[in-house]
């Protein structure tokens, strides 16, 4: 087995770390969980249009939904490097799955598949984003 360099360990460490947030976030029971969303929602009403407020909690939901794959995703491709992306996207698919059977288990909360797909094309943006960043400071165009 080849040494682990010290990047992969951080990047490790890192993605335990927002897998631990990603579990704190989903034992939240559906009335803490809509207190955070809707903490973010009265912050954006002033600037939404009246029409879209009704849609506005879903909207905060999904989107931090994929945002935090996202980081995910970001930080599990430091770990495989983006040649490696198909290990990336099963880890975090993978994630996601037991995240929502975690949520099962949580009052007012559910088990979604939707939220699945939210979460790994999350993954998938980060993942894009990282791969693209290592190209760029790699220096060798070819590697990612």
């Known amino acids: 087995m080849k040494r682990l360099k010290i990047r992969q360990i951080v990047f490790a460490v890192l993605a335990l770390l927002c897998m631990a947030?990603?579990?704190c976030f989903s034992a939240d029971n559906s009335e803490e969980s809509n207190e955070k969303s809707n903490f973010f929602v009265e912050q954006l009403l002033e600037w939404i249009p009246s029409g879209v407020r009704e849609n506005l909690s879903y909207i905060v939901r999904k989107t931090?939904?994929?945002t935090i794959y996202a980081v995910l995703g970001f930080l599990v491709s430091g770990i495989f490097i983006p040649r490696?992306?198909?290990y990336t996207l099963s880890v975090?698919?993978?994630y996601a799955c037991t995240d929502e059977i975690h949520q099962y288990f949580v009052p007012?909360?559910?088990c979604r598949f939707?939220?699945?797909i939210i979460d790994t094309s999350g993954a998938l943006f980060g993942a894009l984003i990282f791969a693209l960043i290592f190209r760029i400071f790699s220096g060798n165009k070819g590697s990612a």
């Open 108 to 110: 007012g909360r559910a």
């Open 92 to 94: 975090c698919f993978l």
């Open 64 to 66: 931090a939904h994929f």
């Open 114 to 116: 939707q939220d699945v």
């Open 84 to 86: 490696k992306i198909f």
């Open 21 to 23: 947030v990603i579990f």
